[in-house]
T-cell receptor, first 112, second 112 residues
C-alpha cells in the first residue's frame, strides 16, 4: 500500500530535549516536505527536499533541521524544542512539486 | 504576504444543496492550484488540481473547481452535498518556486 509513515504519532516532551520525527515513503517520490498545522493559520511549510541531499527552507524553518540521505526518508529534527513548536506536524511526498502530495497522518507534538 | 486566502472559516449547508468553498490567490503569472480535504485525525487528501487548460476542473468524490484568472479565484464546488462531505478543506497554490502555500482552511458542515 502506498503510504507516508510518520513516527511518533503523539509526543509530549520538555523544552530543550532534542527530538526527531521520522518520515518514510514507499512511492519512490522525489519531493518531500514538512508542514506544521496551527488553528487559523492552515499549513505552513517548514522545509522541503527536491531529491536526495537537496533540501531548502520553507516559510517557517526557524528551530528545525532536516536531512535527506535516502530517497525514502526525510526526518524532522528539533535540536532544542520550545513551547512555540507545539503543533500538529505533517510530512508529505510527491513525484514533483507539481504533482499532488501524499500526506502522513500527522504527529502531534506538545512541548512543555 | 499570504498568497492564498480562504475568506470563510466555516460553511454550513443542508444535505442535497450545492456546496461552494471559496479560494482566492495573489500570485502573479499562472500558478498551480490545488484543493485538499482533511478528515479528523487524518492527513490531507488530494481532491483536484489546476495547471492549465479548461477552467473547470473535475476531481474526486464529485467535487469540481472553477479557475477564474481575472478574479484570481479557484472556488471548490459540489452540486449536491452529502453529510460525509463534512470536513476541513484547504486551498493551496504553488507560485514559481518550489514551495507550496496553503490557505487557513474552511470547515464544511453538511447537516442532514
Amino acid at each position: 500500500e502506498a503510504q507516508v509513515t510518520q513516527n511518533p504519532r503523539y509526543l509530549i516532551t520538555v523544552t530543550g530535549k532534542k527530538l526527531t520525527v521520522t518520515c518514510s515513503q514507499n512511492m519512490n517520490h522525489e519531493y518531500m516536505s514538512w508542514y506544521r498545522q496551527d488553528p487559523g493559520l492552515g499549513l505552513r511549510q517548514i522545509y522541503y527536499s527536491m531529491n536526495v541531499e537537496v533540501t531548502d527552507k520553507g516559510d517557517v524553518p526557524e528551530g528545525y533541521k532536516v536531512s535527506r540521505k535516502e530517497k525514502r526518508n526525510f526526518p524532522l529534527i528539533l535540536e532544542s524544542p520550545s513551547p512555540n513548536q507545539t503543533s500538529l506536524y505533517f510530512c508529505a511526498s510527491s513525484f514533483s512539486i507539481n504533482q499532488p502530495q501524499h500526506f502522513g497522518d500527522g504527529t502531534r507534538l506538545s512541548i512543555l | 504576504a499570504q498568497s492564498v486566502a480562504q475568506p470563510e472559516d466555516q460553511v454550513n449547508v443542508a444535505e442535497g444543496n450545492p456546496l461552494t468553498v471559496k479560494c482566492t490567490y495573489s500570485v502573479s503569472g499562472n500558478p498551480y492550484l490545488f484543493w485538499y480535504v482533511q478528515y479528523p485525525n487524518r492527513g490531507l487528501q488530494f481532491l483536484l488540481k489546476y495547471i492549465t487548460g479548461d477552467n473547470l476542473v473535475k476531481g474526486s468524490y464529485g467535487f469540481e473547481a472553477e479557475f477564474n484568472k481575472s478574479q484570481t479565484s479557484f472556488h471548490l464546488k459540489k452540486p449536491s452535498a452529502l453529510v460525509s462531505d463534512s470536513a476541513l478543506y484547504f486551498c493551496a497554490v504553488r507560485p514559481f518556486d518550489y514551495k507550496l502555500s496553503f490557505g487557513a482552511g474552511t470547515t464544511v458542515t453538511v447537516r442532514a
